[in-house]
């Protein structure tokens, strides 16, 4: 099983959904502010606002939230964010990327090379580790949305790259730079996503034993805890019988 997916069930299931369901909303917040910052605050002009707004619907970030984000972008007592993207390696050889908003480079970066370092990881220079990764926008949808078939028929007619289905849903991948328009054309077929990110997908994983695979888990939690990293990608596999010993830690 892909090794941040695992960690989330993991995470959820230990009782820290409702905390990281808050966290993910200001995260969230965040982006939306940024985006309208840094063009017209009309989605309908802004590509990036307008994706900043789909992810947030989807992940049922409330109206008002939204609406009061773009406010603060539009009234400028908003502090200056930059983007900024880290990458180092977890134990086993893991590569890890995390991606932030700063508002302070020396704050956020000393505060990711610690979490690296206190949980037996190296935080790399930038590109140590996307070359290992493709980034693309993924679109999930839940299993009510239509059959495997209908599904994949609708990725392809609005220009997405796959779809694939299995128990638990349907995700549809596309280019980064297409996602906005797939998802639009998506949402006229088969109505609003269940969520949608644009994500560093890994082209290449590294199996992990138990000790390393806990280990990689925690430094993720880590560097999600951090106020200013907006999300967290890493390229390990667990097997599922590894999986079923920490759900049941």
């Given at each position: 099983m892909a090794g941040h997916s695992a960690y989330k069930n993991i995470m959820h299931k230990k009782?820290?959904?409702d905390a990281a369901r808050a966290k993910m909303f200001a995260k969230l917040a965040r982006e939306i502010t940024v985006a309208a910052k840094s063009g017209m605050p009309d989605p309908d002009k802004n590509?990036?606002?307008?994706?900043?707004?789909q992810a947030a619907r989807a992940e049922n970030l409330p109206k008002d939230n939204i609406e009061r984000a773009i406010k603060k972008a539009i009234g400028g007592d908003t502090e200056s964010y930059e983007a900024i993207r880290y990458e180092?390696?977890?134990?086993?050889?893991?590569?890890?990327?995390?991606?932030?908003?700063?508002?302070?480079?020396?704050?956020?970066?000393?505060?990711?090379?610690?979490v690296f370092t206190k949980h037996g990881g190296n935080l790399g220079s930038t590109g140590s580790v996307a070359h290992m990764f493709t980034h693309v926008g993924e679109i999930a949808y839940r299993q009510a949305a239509?059959?495997?078939?209908?599904?994949?028929?609708a990725a392809i007619e609005a220009g997405a790259d796959?779809?694939?289905?299995?128990?638990?849903?349907?995700?549809?991948?596309?280019?980064?730079?297409?996602?906005?328009?797939?998802v639009?054309?998506?949402?006229?077929?088969?109505?609003?996503?269940?969520?949608?990110?644009?994500?560093?997908?890994?082209?290449?994983?590294?199996?992990?034993?138990?000790?390393?695979?806990?280990?990689?888990?925690?430094?993720?939690?880590?560097?999600?805890?951090?106020?200013?990293?907006?999300n967290v990608y890493a390229n390990f596999e667990v097997s599922e019988d590894i999986l079923k010993k920490l759900t049941a830690a």
């Open positions: 009782g820290r959904k590509p990036r606002l307008r994706l900043a707004i180092g390696y977890a134990p086993g050889g893991v590569a890890v990327i995390a991606e932030a908003l700063t508002d302070n480079r020396n704050r956020t970066g000393g505060a990711v090379r610690a239509g059959s495997a078939d209908v599904v994949l028929e796959d779809a694939t289905s299995d128990a638990s849903g349907h995700i549809v991948t596309c280019a980064f730079d297409s996602l906005g328009t797939v639009a054309a998506l949402e006229a077929k088969l109505g609003e996503a269940d969520s949608i990110k644009a994500v560093w997908k890994p082209t290449l994983t590294t199996s992990v034993d138990e000790a390393n695979a806990e280990a990689i888990m925690k430094l993720i939690a880590g560097l999600e805890d951090d106020d200013d990293v907006q």
